[in-house]
């Protein structure tokens, strides 16, 4: 059973425009959320990410809201840029030093921003 | 600053081969260190992770082992691999301390023939 789902494999958006990532989760323990960036050929890249006590999270063009309620994260991109294009990873821990290598992954979506 | 290695970046290992892939931080002590493997069409599966020399907990059970023989290093190893082994593995570390974010190297391309 997938805990940490993204349920759109790809995303195509305009230069300039916004890019919304959307991310979903099924268990209520999780308090901390990432964002990861992964060109082919290389590992993630850490991009954001945000505490369950937030529900906002901004480092320059890049936002990510969290909606615990809903068990709904998002990552807002603005303005988006051709060299955003790559596969973007939701990613979920229970928290606690030592297992914060316990990430849950998402199977991620895969970003293509037209010049 | 902090550093990881990893390597080789590419790999094709005959079925029934052995393996060994190696992982090194630079720049930081006492490090979380973690493999992680990617599929084809699915998402990051962390296989094992290591709080401090010599101590390994196994996340997935498979024919993989890995073991840290020193603070920075990490090694990811088979007897005998099979087809499925084939994907994407990636090292990571992290801090010991609350919300700290993975770090990964640029993983390593298996393809088991």
């Known amino acids: 059973d997938q805990q940490v789902k993204q349920n759109s494999p790809s995303l195509s958006v305009q230069e300039g425009r916004i890019s919304i990532l959307n991310c979903d989760y099924t268990?209520?323990?999780?308090?901390?959320f990432l964002w990861y960036k992964k060109y082919p050929a290389e590992g993630p890249t850490f991009l954001i990410s945000?505490?369950?006590?937030?529900d906002k999270n901004e480092d320059g063009r890049f936002t990510v809201f969290l909606n615990k309620s809903a068990k709904h994260l998002s990552l807002h991109i603005v303005p988006s840029q051709p060299g955003d294009s790559a596969v973007y990873f939701c990613?979920?821990?229970?928290?606690?030093?030592?297992?914060?290598?316990?990430?849950?992954f998402g199977k991620g979506t895969k970003l293509s921003v037209k010049p | 600053s902090q550093t990881i290695h990893q390597w080789p970046a590419t790999l094709v290992q005959p079925v029934g081969s052995p393996l060994s892939l190696e992982c090194t931080v630079e720049?930081?002590?006492?490090?979380?260190l973690y493999w992680y493997r990617q599929a084809a069409g699915r998402g990051l599966q962390l296989l094992f992770y290591?709080?401090?020399?010599?101590?390994i907990s196994s996340e997935v059970p498979q024919n993989l082992s890995a073991s840290r023989p020193q603070d920075r290093q990490f090694i990811l190893s088979s007897k005998k691999l099979l087809l499925s082994d084939s994907g994407f593995y990636l090292c990571?570390?992290?801090?010991?301390?609350?919300?700290?974010?993975?770090?990964f190297g640029n993983g390593t391309r298996l393809t088991v023939t």
């Open positions: 945000i505490s369950s006590i937030k």
């Open positions: 990571a570390w992290s801090v010991w301390q609350g919300d700290s974010p993975l770090h």
């Open positions: 990613a979920a821990s229970g928290g606690y030093g030592g297992s914060q290598g316990n990430l849950i």
């Open positions: 290591s709080i401090g020399i010599g101590q």
């Open positions: 268990n209520s323990m999780f308090d901390y």
């Open positions: 720049g930081t002590s006492n490090p979380n």
